[in-house]
């Protein structure tokens, strides 16, 4: 926004400005301790020192910048309101900044230029309305701060200005496939609208937040082209705290009265002359660039403040080591106490070997004599001892340093290296016939990265046997395997042994040629650094390891002579936390091309095995589990694979999802209301009020973050109704439901789904 620059452009020349300035004053102050040190009973007076017009009388205005930055929580207030009321909940508020120059006026009032920038967003929901709008906001303005205190450690502080900022509004009224969003009297969001003809087959849609509307262009407020610059008016109130002699610690809000009803949008469209205004609560530090004010002597000499106060007359006359010799004129600081000095403060050495008395183990050493570092004369012998060091080129006198490097990696890090074959990397979904070829492969492994999963086979620390592994899989039809290893939290390609030279032939993994589907490759620096390992262990729920397929068993197996079998845990809309399938073996997580998640467990070649292990994951929570087969790529029927029924099952081989189904039991899906979240102390008020409630636990989650829980419910519109019980008390009107799966937490839409099933 070109304000926001020629803004921070003014500040960047008046910063410059003030560097020359702040150098000449060091001149000054570097001549004035010169000409004490002249005489030290009389400050003299030099007219060259000080301008005529620069006195105690007439004082000169002199620029000190202060610069500042700081960072909080944009709140918007006006008609569209964020959860029935017109203070918006902090945890819905977006994050703003703001850059800050100072200058001193007198010691209670400053001129501050700023530049403003960051974003508002509320999103409205009722029975009969439902807006929703995110504005981006930047641009600058001046404004003056009174100061109360400014002498002391606490300094309250208000501030006034005016102001002119940009904004661009946008609205989320499309998903992210262009289908609109209706909102229905029961709360949904569906693709049709409810008093449309064909309002019954009208699906549950979810918004992405995705603020991809112009508000302006598509009119929606029915104000035409309004201006997209406006003027504000500041009012805040803080406090600021004196952290050092120039830095400060700034806390405070900013209410930012506007002169347009347009930053939200909706303009002309409601019938109101309400202007829209918003709040910004933030915490800042601020450093002073010149230190502290300038002072005068009583002989109207310049001084900086930082030495009013130095008494340079004892300065001069202390004796920091008490030897009788003033620090002034003392050459040899820190003599130890008792030792007896010349005139120059320096330990005597009265027979002149350059070892003080007080360390010479041999006295009157004869003159020119070479002395050790007690003061002993050197014979012969250690004089040419001292020479064989000094001159030694072959190492003879050299100290040997022996260090055990065995099971040392490199630095190089060639070492420990593990190799894996990469299938496919994938941040879209995965069409039917590709799930279906890598889920027949027995030892695959999903990797997320990102926003993408990477599909992975074996892992090995013998680059041949990876290779040879990588060339199975080709022959087997999956002509993109390639193999890779773990590099800075991401898979590298290697075209050879790591470390050694290779061609530069190789396949780069990150060119979207290389992915089975073609899809964008997506990198990730937040991946874990282990490479998932091939289940082949023994385990609490299969002591009997029957369902782990070891890699020497497949490395030179076609896909065509096996068969696989695994256990679907069912389809969501919503991606599952792997907390829900902790303890299983092979989990294996697909996103279909139209956007659901699917879960997998177990790998095995024999159906019985499969079976036993479908009834152990019934007994953990998902009855609904079914398993399913695959042969040579391709997904097959189970009667087919091997399995005997006591009756006809009708079996559906198509992979194409086109509905979420849950193996979930419904039963272990319980609610809570969470109170609130807090780091560190709770404010007295909230834990005076959580006192007086009954059936309060606390969670603590991966950041250090703790959750005030309340309650344990089985029905949601009884949690529903309790959370709206709670939530009139303005100390917890934050509080909110949410979901668990056997307390494994989940989301609550996707819980609210599961449960209409």
């Known amino acids: 926004m070109p304000r926001v620059y020629r803004l921070i452009l003014t500040i960047l020349i008046c910063l410059c400005y003030n560097a020359g300035y702040a150098s000449s004053h060091l001149y000054i102050a570097s001549s004035y301790v010169e000409s004490l040190k002249k005489d030290s009973l009389k ?14 009388e007439h004082p000169q205005f002199v620029l000190k910048p202060i610069i500042g930055l700081g960072t909080g929580l944009f709140s918007y207030f006006g008609v569209v309101k964020s959860m029935k009321s017109d203070l918006q909940n902090p945890m819905n508020s977006r994050i ?19 530049a403003l920038f960051g974003s508002l967003s509320v999103n409205e929901r009722s029975t009969t309305l439902n807006w929703n709008f995110q504005s981006q906001l930047g641009g600058g303005g001046i404004h003056l701060m009174y100061k109360f205190l400014p002498t002391q450690d606490v300094t309250p502080y208000v501030i006034t200005g005016i102001e002119s900022f940009e904004y ?128 005068y002597d009583d002989d109207g000499m310049y001084l900086p403040e930082s030495l009013e106060d130095v008494d340079f007359l004892a300065l001069m006359n202390d004796d920091y080591d008490k030897d009788g010799v003033r620090d002034w004129d003392d050459s040899c600081a820190g003599t130890p106490k008792g030792v007896a000095v010349d005139e120059h403060g320096c330990p005597l050495d009265k027979d002149k070997d350059g070892i003080p ?39 003879a006198f050299a100290q040997i340093e022996v260090q055990n490097t065995i099971g040392k990696a490199h630095k190089n890090g060639v070492k420990n290296i593990s190799y894996t074959v990469q299938l496919g990397r994938f941040s879209k979904g995965i069409p039917p016939d590709v799930m279906d070829k890598l889920l027949s492969i027995p030892e695959v492994n999903s990797t997320t990265i990102d926003s993408s999963t990477v599909y992975t086979v074996g892992r090995y620390t013998d680059f041949s046997v990876a290779q040879k592994r990588q060339q199975q899989l080709i022959q087997d039809g999956l002509s993109d395997a390639q193999v890779v290893y773990r590099k800075d939290k991401d898979f590298v390609v290697a075209n050879g042994p790591v470390g050694t030279t290779v061609p530069a032939n190789g396949v780069n993994s990150n060119n979207p040629a290389n992915n089975v589907t073609g899809n964008n490759v997506v990198t990730n620096n937040n991946a874990p650094d282990n490479i998932p390992a091939n289940n082949t262990s023994p385990t609490a729920n299969n002591p009997s390891n029957n369902n782990a397929v070891t890699p020497n068993s497949v490395e030179n197996t076609s896909l065509a002579d096996i068969i696989v079998y695994r256990i679907q845990m069912g389809a969501y809309s919503h991606k599952l936390s792997r907390d829900i399938f902790a303890n299983m073996d ?32 019934m007994t953990q929570g998902f009855p609904d589990a ?31 999802v086109t509905h979420e189904t849950s193996a979930l039991d419904k039963t272990q899906i319980s609610f809570k209301i969470q109170l609130g979240v807090f780091r560190g102390t709770v404010p007295q008020d909230i834990v005076l009020k959580y006192a007086e409630l009954s ?61 209409k099933q």
Request: glycine fraction near 8%.
């Open 43 to 56: 400050v003299k007076k030099d007219s060259t020192l000080t301008p005529k017009a620069d006195t105690p």
């Open 626 to 656: 079914f398993i399913k087969a695959y042969k040579n790529g391709k997904r097959i029927a189970l009667n087919t694979a091997g399995a005997t029924y006591t009756q006809p099952v009708k079996e559906d081989l198509s992979e194409t």
């Open 168 to 295: 661009l509004t946008k609205a989320d009224i499309y998903d992210q496939n262009g289908n609109k969003y209706y909102y229905w009297s029961d709360g949904s969001i569906r693709n049709i609208a409810q008093n449309a003809p064909n309002a019954a087959s009208a699906t549950i849609m979810y918004r992405d937040y995705s603020f991809e509307s112009d508000m302006r262009e598509m009119n929606i407020g029915g104000s035409g082209k309004y201006s997209l610059q406006t003027f504000a008016i500041p009012l805040g109130v803080g406090f600021m705290f004196h952290i050092g002699k120039r830095a400060d610690f700034l806390i405070g809000s900013t209410l930012h009265y506007s002169f347009t009803s347009h930053i939200d949008g909706y303009g002309d469209s409601i019938k109101t002359k309400r202007t829209d205004m918003f709040l910004m609560s933030s915490i800042g530090l601020r450093f002073d660039l010149t230190g502290k004010h300038d002072h």
């Open 695 to 755: 059936n309060i636990t606390t969670e603590r989650d991966s950041v250090g973050l703790t959750h005030y829980m309340f309650g344990f419910y089985t029905d949601y519109k009884t949690a529903l109704k309790m959370r709206d019980k709670l939530a009139a008390d303005p100390l917890l009107k934050g509080a909110f439901v949410v979901a668990y799966f056997k307390d494994q937490p989940m989301p609550l839409n996707q819980a609210l789904s599961i449960l």
């Open 586 to 617: 092979n989990l294996v997580e697909v996103k279909t091309e139209n956007g659901f998640y699917t879960y997998s467990a177990g790998s095995f070649t024999n159906y019985m095995d499969a079976v036993n292990y479908k009834t152990q994951l």
């Open 96 to 114: 703003g900044y703001d850059l800050m120059y100072a200058q001193k006026l007198t010691p209670n009032i400053e001129f501050n230029l700023y």
């Open 357 to 395: 008395d007080y360390r010479d183990k041999e006295a009157n050493t004869p003159p020119g004599v070479m002395v050790d570092e007690n003061g002993v004369a050197l014979t012969d012998s250690a004089m040419l001892l001292q020479y064989e060091i000094f001159m030694d080129s072959t190492g």
